[in-house]
């Protein structure tokens, strides 16, 4: 499987038009691994990703209060560093 990284809605259109079958669609929320990043919270989060044309992932900020936060439907799979350890 092809994966793509995505941080705004002109890089998901790129991922699924490179082909990809999952888009890691990041930072969902604010994460320490990318302080300076802004994230995109869980409105327009989930609102990219029921636009995006493929399955998407959550990456950046993810714990088991903020993976509640993403609406299942357009959330297939998460990546956490730390936040579930």
Request: charged share 20%; net charge positive; hydrophobic share 45%.
């Amino acid at each position: 499987m092809v994966t793509s990284s995505a941080h705004d809605p002109r890089e998901m259109a790129r991922a699924r038009r490179s082909g990809a079958g999952l888009a890691f669609l990041s930072p969902a929320f604010a994460t320490a691994s990318h302080p300076a990043a802004r994230g995109l919270g869980s409105l327009r989060w989930n609102r990219m990703a029921a636009g995006a044309g493929l399955v998407v992932a959550a990456l950046g900020g993810i714990d088991g209060r903020a993976v509640r936060r993403l609406t299942r439907r357009y959330c297939c799979a998460i990546g956490a560093i730390g936040g579930l350890a």
